[in-house]
């Protein structure tokens, strides 16, 4: 299987939120043990030591990770608020640097609690991604990053994107 066949699966944090990405990796691996895909992780300004633990955590569970360091300068004009953060919109140009066909996005706030394989073989029917419409959640936090009250709203946390179209 060739890497772009090969589906990745990627994070996304800074400093703040690295101590949650090891959390978030440690039960993905803990429940996919014959996970089969390339392991990513969109960074920026995180401790050295930092970087090492969450790359140990995949080494001790057989994966080697690929950190992409990103530049939060492209992302200066998106509006962030409370905990979302310049390095939740690092998805959005990280999959332009990962060769694969299909990746699989994880917010590092998850805790992963079955195997991954049937959703990253879902059939997507041509769409270039797929996720859960869900209610909005309560509150104004929308509101504070431009979203009105009769768009649509998606749950970014777990996306499937067809890499390859």
Not at 129 to 151: W, Y
Request: glycine residues 6%; proline residues 5%; aromatic residues 8%.
């Amino acid at each position: 299987m060739s890497d772009a066949d090969r589906p990745a699966l990627l994070v996304c944090f800074d400093d703040a939120y690295a101590p949650a990405a090891a959390v978030t990796l440690d039960s993905l691996f803990r429940n996919n043990p014959d996970l089969d895909a390339e392991l990513y992780a969109a960074v920026s300004a995180i401790q050295p030591e930092r970087l090492l633990t969450v790359e140990r955590l995949c080494a001790d569970f057989g994966h080697a990770i690929t950190f992409l360091e990103m530049d939060e300068g492209d992302y200066r004009h998106f509006k962030t608020v409370a905990h979302i953060s310049q390095a939740a919109y690092f998805r959005i140009l990280a999959i332009d640097r990962i060769r694969a066909g299909r990746i699989l996005y994880l917010d590092v706030d998850l805790i992963v609690q079955t195997d991954l394989a049937p959703l990253l073989a879902l059939a997507m029917g041509g769409r270039l991604i797929a996720g859960v419409a869900t209610e909005r959640p309560p509150g104004d936090a929308l509101h504070l990053i431009g979203v009105d009250d009769g768009e649509p709203y998606l749950n970014t946390g777990v996306l499937l994107i067809d890499a390859a179209q």
